[in-house]
């Protein structure tokens, strides 16, 4: 009888100590998650501004030639790095939304780099959304990591083979290729060149980005701290698609970026992808396995908020307008940002560049004037006026 009330100490003892454990690499996760993603704004911030001042200075140096640029990509560079180790750390279903805390750090940055003033009537109409979608960012964003997946492997060689092995990614594999497959066929031979389409590819390589990511960290970071991973075959086949479906991502992403805004992009893509990635981590790494239904409807809940939040932030990004060949009210008062705002003064050219309100008349011949009408000029012998004042003039 004490034997067994002892056996039964010590598996309640390892039980806590392996969730402390938990508990513990989630917050290291989390927070490298957190830390990565907000350096990446900061860097993508910088190096716009340094674009931003070269072609407002009419400077001829190219970017890469300004200390401003180098600076954003060391930042992008020590970004991403805590990205990729972050999930060594945390689980794949914790580490895919948290994206949304670059949504919110770009909103916030970009309105701080603009500078503009603003009374406090059109400040309010025009940034309540944004203001809005931050709250329900940051508040989705509690939900989901407090109530997000706790259970978490040693990421070796071994584990990974039995989960790529294993009868639901297999199924999971079969039915993404299968979707990939058919709507890669309505892109290019249909030519249904729809958002929707496009990043639905992006997802579906994306999931098995984040699997393979997790992978390959995992197993550097076990490396470093334990025993060898990188002996092992499947951590060079999980390196080789971790390249792979990064590449195939960015081509379509570029492809969608010819086609439509990059706010509407931003938002559907990351409901997709971060949707995909955490299925991916349901089905590959079973990291709800151990998880009761009201922690996993709070995450959902929490997801959820976060979708709405992003989808306000970049509803609320200014679109810009196409060139505008007429004079507007602001050209009056001398700024020169003659195509945001301003009434204009003349209607539309109508295709034609003619001065003044009249219609389109390029494609109407001129009509000669009579022979007693005809307008003869001739320099004047004596100009009362100096060739410089007339230039002046």
């Known amino acids: 009888m004490s034997s067994d009330l002892s056996m039964n100490g010590v598996r309640i003892a390892r039980e806590e100590g392996v969730t402390a454990d938990s508990y513990t690499e989630n ?12 350096l990446v704004s900061i860097s993508v911030s910088i190096q716009k501004q340094s674009h931003v001042a070269l072609a407002g200075n009419k400077d001829p140096r190219h970017y890469y030639y300004t200390k401003s640029w180098w600076s954003g990509l060391m930042l992008m560079v020590l970004g991403e790095g805590a990205l990729f180790v972050s999930y060594a750390f945390a689980p794949l279903s914790l ?5 949304a805390v670059s949504v919110i750090s770009s909103s916030i940055l970009g309105f701080l780099f603009l500078r503009e003033k603003w009374k406090a009537q059109e400040f309010l109409k025009r940034y309540i959304l944004t203001f809005l979608g931050c709250v329900l960012t940051a508040g989705g964003t509690y939900l989901f990591v407090t109530f997000g997946p706790n259970s978490h492997e040693k990421l070796n060689a071994e584990n990974i083979v039995k989960h790529v092995i294993g009868w639901p990614f297999l199924l999971y594999l079969l039915l993404g290729i299968i979707t990939f497959c058919l709507v890669l066929y309505f892109y290019k031979q249909r030519d249904a060149n729809y958002l929707v389409l496009i990043l639905l590819l992006v997802a579906l390589l994306g999931s098995v980005t984040v699997i393979t990511v997790k992978a390959v960290s995992g197993m550097i970071v076990l490396s470093i701290l334990g025993p060898l991973q990188l002996s092992y075959p499947i951590f060079y086949v999980m390196f080789i698609c971790m390249v ?12 969608a970026s010819h086609l439509y805004d990059s706010s509407l992009i931003a ?3 990351y409901i997709f992808c971060t949707t995909f990635a955490i299925v991916a981590g349901a089905i590959f790494y079973q990291e709800f396995y151990h998880e009761d239904v009201l922690h996993i409807c709070m995450f959902l809940l929490g997801c959820t908020i976060c979708f709405l939040g992003v989808f306000l932030i970049t ?10 060949p007429y004079v507007t009210m602001d050209m009056v008062k001398g700024i020169p940002t003659i195509h945001n705002k301003g009434w204009a003064v003349q209607p539309d050219y109508n295709g034609s560049f003619s001065y003044g ?7 109407v011949a001129s009509v000669p004037l009579p022979g007693d009408q005809e307008l003869s000029i001739s320099p004047s012998p004596v100009s009362p ?9």
């Open 315 to 324: 509803k609320n990004k200014r679109k810009l307008k196409g060139f505008e």
């Open 244 to 255: 792979a479906t990064i590449v195939f991502q960015a081509s379509f992403l570029a492809q």
């Open 95 to 99: 580490i895919a939304p948290l994206n």
């Open 357 to 363: 309100a009249l219609e389109n008349n390029d494609s």
């Open 27 to 38: 917050l290291i996760g989390t927070l490298l998650a957190i830390f990565g993603n907000l």
């Open 267 to 269: 938002c559907v893509n």
């Open 385 to 393: 006026y100096q060739p410089s004042e007339l230039k002046k003039d």
